[in-house]
T-cell receptor, first 116, second 115 residues
Framework: AQKVTQAQTEISVVEKEDVTLDCVYE???????LFWYKQPPSGELVFLIR??????QNEISGRYSWNFQKSTSSFNFTITASQVVDSAVYFC?????????????FGTGTRLQVTL | DAGVTQSPTHLIKTRGQQVTLRCSPK?????VSWYQQALGQGPQFIFQ???????QRGNFPDRFSGHQFPNYSSELNVNALLLGDSALYLC??????????????FGQGTRLTVV
């Protein structure tokens, strides 16, 4: 069975602070994919990143960066110099690669509140 | 390029009734998945449709059923509604590529309230 744990329920930071959202996963698949999604109040899940299990390189996209460590089964997400617009619920998700189709297993999400 | 569209956006139903939710996938996508997101929780996978067939199913009772049409759009049907079915129902579309897992694009969801 697959499982994603986001231990941080809610984080509050002041604008311009850096913040790291933690994600720990469990899977028996040798090939799998990890995702981060952002959910603003409108409800739509916005795709941020996909990483496959064979690529442990860290990735940076603007103020966003991701740290994938297979040894600790973690895929953490850091926002540098946070902004009020970053306020949302962030979900980490996992899927296997079962051949023809796969499904996403989500964590419970971390609510990020960025204030002025 | 239209993204994933869902209708209706909000719905109120009474216990025991039946409901149908609709989803049009992103242009070029052939796979539709449905998720249920209870308040304060992460989305839970209901099922996935490809080539008009249910390909995978999560841990949901048979009261939850679906359909995919030749134009790739999809419906989610829930029978004998319970109060616990109140949630945001999200549709996700993707392009199936064997051996890869392409990213899923989500609609804004249908908020179902059962009273």
């Amino acid at each position: 069975a697959q499982k994603v744990t986001q231990a941080q329920t809610e984080i509050s930071v002041v604008e311009k602070e850096d913040v790291t959202l933690d994600c720990v996963y469990e899977t028996r698949d040798t090939t799998y994919y990890l995702f981060w999604y952002k959910q603003p109040p409108s409800g739509e899940l916005v795709f941020l990143i996909r990483r496959n299990s064979f690529d442990e390189q860290n990735e940076i996209s603007g103020r966003y960066s991701w740290n994938f460590q297979k040894s600790t089964s973690s895929f953490n997400f850091t926002i540098t110099a946070s902004q009020v617009v970053d306020s949302a619920v962030y979900f980490c998700a996992l899927s296997g690669n079962t051949g023809t189709a796969s499904k996403l297993t989500f964590g419970t999400g971390t609510r990020l509140q960025v204030t002025l | 390029d239209a993204g994933v569209t869902q209708s209706p956006t909000h719905l109120i139903k009474t216990r025991g009734q039946q409901v149908t939710l609709r989803c049009s996938p992103k242009s070029g996508h052939d796979t539709v998945s449905w998720y249920q997101q209870a308040l304060g929780q992460g989305p839970q996978f209901i099922f996935q449709y490809y080539e008009e067939e249910e390909r995978q199913r999560g841990n949901f009772p048979d009261r939850f059923s679906g359909h995919q049409f030749p134009n790739y759009s999809s419906e989610l049907n829930v029978n004998a509604l319970l109060l616990g079915d109140s949630a945001l129902y999200l549709c996700a579309s993707s392009l199936l590529e064997t051996g890869r897992n392409t990213e899923a694009f989500f609609g804004q969801g249908t908020r179902l309230t059962v009273v």
